[in-house]
């Protein structure tokens, strides 16, 4: 059935603002579609009629390339910082299959993966020693998954080079989608984009050295679709597109600290499983489930727009040619009729489950195919960081704050994670 959605069709970005993650929720109830229906819902959104869409349909439609396009749909104010000018999120047709693939290639591939893993690991364990000293896990690990990313890609920086890399990522998170903050977003991915434009340079005038088989290497020689090397700064922005994402993933790990707090049987459970494989942090299977239930329940991405490139419906609700079609992220990971007990925190759901990307609507980094479609190439080694730091943060001796301040966050308030970023000390 259509929609009533939209009859006065008042604009609703300021809404979306004030709202952060709960604009979807908000904005059915305001139009008379029940929060918990997976109906689609019509209004006026930055001047253009938008539709909002979640569960197995919207994700469907979202994802059908031959009804759906990225070119155009994001504001400039949002893709500019977070993904950067001409980067693969906003690409179409051949040219996004052809930037797409030679990133997969770099971040998907298990042996690309595995290559990672003892980079994450060795910078996880450093990172419990420092913890001696009181710190807090969201600014902890995402210099530690930066450093691990960092190494991974081949990039030769010292390592005081490289938190200083890694904490201009996390800031740009930091202060994006604050009227009185957001200017800094700009202004560290200028900074960003002016570093790694050097390194490219570097590599491809001889000045900077690289393994042939590197990923910087590799992202130095990107291409188009016509063969065409890409101008220095487009490969500058590509190649923090596979590192920055994983500085992100530091938000996760502090949800991850609070949800260890709340589910101490799971914290047990982990650290059990951990110590039967000699105290490894990487590839726990309980650890992977329980960060796999992370990254559905939390929040982190709202939504993603794209725009139809012809007319087509969802369950009733026409969408015409060149309407904005947003993806309620949060919403489908939480969707009442794609999970059972939906909003219940349970890693259980995860065990056994050996492709997770497989489930349709399980879309904390984008759906459908990688290579094919928008999900995004860097999400095992995500997965990897991600586990690796639950096991790290299930070992008895890591204390984890307990205080409503480590264990809240704004639900309002876009990028959110917990306000301490999740207080932590290692016990001698």
């Known amino acids: 059935m259509t929609s009533t959605a939209g009859r006065t069709r008042p604009d609703q970005v300021l809404s979306f603002l004030r709202s952060g993650y709960l604009f979807a929720s908000r904005v059915r109830r305001r139009t008379g579609v029940s929060p918990e229906s997976g109906a689609p819902v019509s209004m006026n959104l930055l001047g253009k009629r938008s539709v909002l869409v979640r569960g197995e349909e919207g994700v469907d439609l979202f994802y059908d390339t031959s009804r759906m396009k990225r070119h155009g749909a994001m504001p400039l104010f949002i893709r500019g910082p977070l993904f950067g000018s001409g980067a693969v999120h906003a690409l179409d047709g051949d040219a996004h299959a052809a930037r797409k693939n030679q990133m997969a290639d770099m971040a998907y591939e298990d042996e690309r993966v595995a290559q990672y893993k003892p980079f994450v690991a060795e910078e996880l364990e450093m990172l419990i020693r420092e913890w001696t000293s009181p710190g807090n896990v969201y600014d902890g690990t995402a210099l530690a998954f930066g450093r691990a990313s960092f190494r991974w890609a081949g990039i030769p920086w010292s390592r005081q080079e490289m938190d200083r890399q890694a904490r201009r990522m996390s800031r740009l998170l930091d202060t994006f989608g604050r009227p009185a903050t957001h200017p800094i977003s700009w202004f560290e991915r200028f900074r960003l984009d002016r570093t790694f434009t050097q390194l490219i340079h570097g590599v491809r005038s001889g000045t900077v050295a690289a393994d042939p088989d590197s990923v910087l290497a590799h992202m130095a020689r990107l291409v188009d679709e016509n063969g065409g090397l890409v101008d220095e700064k487009t490969a500058a922005v590509e190649l923090q597109n596979l590192t920055r994402p994983n500085v992100a993933v530091a938000r996760f790990a502090a949800f991850a600290g609070a949800a260890l707090v709340e589910h101490p049987e799971w914290a047990a459970r982990i650290h059990e499983a951990s110590q039967a494989r000699g105290g490894s942090l990487l590839d726990i299977p309980e650890a992977v489930a329980f960060a796999q239930e992370v990254r ?68 904390p980094q984008g759906g459908a195919e990688v290579r094919t479609g928008h999900r995004c190439p860097g999400e095992k080694i995500a997965v990897t960081s991600l586990s690796a730091a639950v096991v790290a943060l299930a070992r008895p001796n890591v204390e984890l704050g307990t205080d409503p301040d480590d264990l809240t966050f704004s639900w309002t308030h876009m990028l959110t994670r917990p306000a301490t970023g999740m207080r932590v000390r290692t016990a001698h």
């Open 296 to 363: 559905r329940v939390y929040p982190f991405v709202p939504m993603l727009p794209a725009e139809a490139t012809a007319d087509t419906e969802i369950k009733g609700c026409p969408i015409h040619k060149g309407q904005r079609v947003l993806i309620d992220i949060l919403g489908t990971n939480n969707d009442p009729a794609s999970w059972e007990r939906a909003g219940t925190f349970d890693p259980e759901r995860f065990m056994g489950v050996d492709d997770a990307e497989a489930i349709r609507t399980f879309i």
